[in-house]
């Protein structure tokens, strides 16, 4: 179980659906040109009954999202999810496999670092109900892995075969959102895309256990605690 708190409105979001996003030339977020994004949907199971409940509604949730880079490695949490014995179980519109033991610390890439803004979701009807945290470092999957996932059909094996990648929603104007950060722009390094960002810096804390997983958020920002 994934649970993230943020402060200061003291509410906690369950995570309920991860969405993987394949695209082949644009994407829903465009950061570092990267255009693999993973997306934990959070919903706040303090005030709403389910996620579907929750995307109608003020505070209803938190999406974590993670972009994926191609590597010749992969992410361990990817290659238990995107193996040739799972992959071949979910082919097809409707196909259903549970697959146990998943570790959800290891989607998450090493870093404490982030993005964040107040948005809508990404799908229709597109509810301003959601705050985004965006991970400022990639995850890795593999060349194979990322085919593998373009070979699902969105179809039942009778219909006309039709990819589960490319269906994205087109990159929306920023429209005045203030975007936060704990990013330290002061560190040496690559220059990140951030001419049209407002740098506000935060501080924060980050638990993280193993089980259940937490990520706990104050003011946005993140970091993980001594032993």
């Known amino acids: 179980m994934v ?25 829903e977020l465009c950061l570092h040109n990267l255009k693999i994004p993973v997306q934990l949907i959070h919903y706040n199971h303090e005030l709403y009954t389910n ?19 191609v590597s010749e490695s992969s992410n361990p949490f990817l290659n238990r999810m995107l193996n040739r014995d799972t992959i071949t179980r979910i082919t097809y519109k409707n196909d259903a496999y ?3 033991g998943l570790n ?7 870093t404490s670092s982030f993005i964040t803004y107040d948005g809508s979701m990404t799908i229709p009807p597109c509810y301003e109900t959601a705050s985004w945290i965006i991970m400022n470092k990639p995850v890795y999957i593999t060349r194979m892995q990322m085919h593998s996932l373009r070979l699902l059909s969105q179809n039942q094996p009778s219909q006309i075969f039709l990819s589960m990648s490319d269906n994205f929603r087109p990159v929306q104007p920023l429209n005045n959102r203030c975007i936060r950060t704990n990013i330290n722009f002061s560190l040496q390094g690559k220059d990140c895309p951030n001419n049209r960002a407002q740098k506000l810096q935060y501080r924060g ?7 259940p997983f937490y990520a706990y958020t104050e003011l946005f920002s993140l970091r993980k605690p001594s032993a």
């Open 98 to 100: 549970l697959l146990q």
């Open 3 to 27: 649970t993230v708190s943020c402060d200061p409105k003291q509410l906690k979001y369950h995570c309920s659906v991860l969405d993987i996003y394949i695209r082949r030339e644009k994407d």
């Open 51 to 69: 996620v579907t409940e929750a995307a109608k509604s003020p505070n209803g949730l938190v999406v974590v999202s993670i972009f994926m880079k």
């Open 205 to 211: 804390t980050f638990y993280l256990q193993n089980n």
């Open 104 to 110: 959800i610390e290891e989607l998450y890439p090493e």
